[in-house]
């Protein structure tokens, strides 16, 4: 069914896993994640950009999920991925989104906290759960100093201050995670401790079991990094967040895990290994299909060997 996030992650804290959210904006990419988890018997979230949701259209993303929900019959929350005002929140909602992020972390503190809580009113008084984000998540570039990881981490008092203030449903926080296919130059890093402590600060306020997100979770995979080098490609230096990582933040407070750059990655690979392999192939089907496969045996790795969701 279509459901909202608040039971999955209230499983999913308790049994100390995550939910994968992977960002859709096609019917392969749908197909793709829904059969994965459909045959592991795990619920999942499919999320949509403000640039998706522009690319395909509310109408045929929500259709096209319903359509997956009635072939799996899993329960999938469909919610909208960084969010950027109250009039992006009210069109998704319209449409039938279950879930919404706010992203108000480029915002001074005040503002985020007054705009997620516009949201947060308008989406409760409508059934929605509200994500919203605080703090920065540094490209590979800022990711210097532990004076420049302070400015931009999440400030723990400031979370349990924010999910007060606002009546949030979740918190994304920045622990180290970036967005896209280059998130460290060396050794791949998560601040543990001050998620530890955010949890911690959390429940001494008497705000239990709360939800906390990890956005630019991909850990981008070398395997398909290098397919799609070897056919074509021109893609250096990626690295992602290392599975155990993962592993270690869904048996803590995450209870939704990102991924958007592996699912690119992963289509990228096998398309261009059809063209590179077979170059007299004009069929869409062909590898878009090859794709969809691909894509699906990744989802299936993730829930399985990371997130720990099946048959939940
Ligand atoms: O967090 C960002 C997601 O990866 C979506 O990116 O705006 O290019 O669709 P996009
Ligand atoms: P990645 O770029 O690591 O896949 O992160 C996706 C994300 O956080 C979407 O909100
Ligand atoms: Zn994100
Ligand atoms: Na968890």
Same mark, same amino acid.
């Given at each position: 069914?279509?459901?909202?996030? !608040?039971?999955?992650?209230?499983?999913?804290?308790?049994?100390?896993? *995550?939910?994968?959210?992977?960002?859709?904006?096609?019917?392969?990419?749908?197909?793709?994640?829904?059969?994965?988890?459909?045959?592991?018997?795990?619920?999942?979230?499919?999320?949509?950009?403000?640039?998706?949701?522009?690319?395909?259209?509310?109408?045929?993303?929500?259709?096209?999920?319903?359509? *997956?929900?009635?072939?799996?019959?899993?329960?999938?929350?469909?919610?909208?991925?960084?969010?950027? &005002?109250?009039?992006?929140? !009210?069109?998704?909602?319209?449409?039938? #989104?279950?879930?919404?992020? #706010?992203?108000?972390?480029?915002?001074?503190?005040?503002?985020?906290?007054?705009?997620?809580?516009?949201?947060?009113?308008?989406?409760?008084?409508?059934?929605?759960?509200?994500?919203?984000?605080?703090?920065?998540?540094?490209?590979?570039?800022?990711?210097?100093?532990?004076?420049?990881?302070?400015?931009?981490?999440?400030?723990?008092?400031?979370?349990?201050?924010?999910?007060?203030?606002?009546?949030?449903?979740?918190?994304?926080?920045?622990?180290?995670?970036?967005?896209?296919?280059? !998130?460290?130059?060396?050794?791949?890093?998560?601040?543990?401790?001050?998620?530890?402590?955010?949890?911690?600060?959390?429940?001494?306020?008497?705000?239990?079991?709360?939800?906390?997100?990890?956005?630019?979770?991909?850990?981008?995979?070398?395997?398909?990094?290098?397919?799609?080098?070897?056919?074509?490609? &021109?893609?250096?230096?990626?690295?992602?967040?290392?599975?155990?990582?993962?592993?270690?933040?869904?048996?803590?407070?995450?209870?939704?895990?990102?991924?958007?750059?592996?699912?690119?990655?992963?289509?990228?690979?096998?398309?261009?290994?059809?063209?590179?392999?077979?170059? *007299?192939?004009?069929?869409?089907?062909?590898?878009?299909?090859?794709?969809?496969?691909?894509?699906? !045996?990744?989802?299936?790795?993730?829930?399985?060997?990371?997130?720990?969701?099946?048959?939940?």
């Amino acid at each position: 069914a279509l459901v909202t996030t !608040k039971e999955m992650f209230q499983k999913a804290y308790e049994g100390k896993y *995550a939910i994968g959210a992977f960002n859709i904006n096609n019917m392969e990419i749908i197909q793709a994640i829904t059969r994965a988890a459909g045959r592991l018997g795990s619920p999942v979230i499919l999320q949509v950009s403000k640039s998706a949701l522009k690319y395909a259209g509310p109408g045929y993303l929500r259709r096209m999920v319903e359509a *997956a929900i009635e072939e799996t019959g899993i329960d999938v929350a469909l919610h909208l991925d960084h969010g950027p &005002d109250l009039e992006t929140v !009210k069109e998704v909602i319209e449409a039938g #989104f279950t879930s919404v992020m #706010f992203d108000g972390s480029h915002y001074d503190y005040e503002i985020n906290v007054a705009k997620t809580k516009e949201v947060v009113d308008y989406a409760h008084a409508r059934g929605v759960v509200v994500e919203a984000e605080l703090g920065k998540l540094a490209g590979v570039e800022d990711e210097v100093k532990v004076s420049a990881a302070d400015a931009t981490y999440t400030d723990p008092d400031q979370a349990v201050d924010f999910v007060k203030r606002t009546g949030v449903d979740s918190l994304a926080v920045a622990i180290g995670t970036s967005h896209g296919a280059y !998130k460290f130059k060396g050794e791949a890093k998560l601040d543990f401790d001050r998620l530890a402590t955010i949890t911690a600060k959390l429940e001494a306020a008497g705000i239990h079991n709360f939800p906390i997100v990890l956005h630019g979770a991909s850990s981008v995979d070398p395997e398909s990094v290098a397919l799609c080098n070897k056919y074509g490609g &021109d893609i250096k230096g990626a690295a992602g967040v290392p599975n155990e990582m993962l592993r270690k933040a869904a048996s803590m407070a995450v209870c939704k895990i990102n991924m958007d750059t592996d699912i690119r990655l992963a289509m990228t690979a096998a398309i261009r290994e059809v063209f590179g392999e077979q170059p *007299a192939e004009f069929d869409p089907r062909k590898y878009l299909g090859a794709a969809r496969d691909r894509i699906e !045996k990744l989802v299936e790795d993730k829930i399985k060997n990371v997130l720990g969701s099946n048959t939940k």
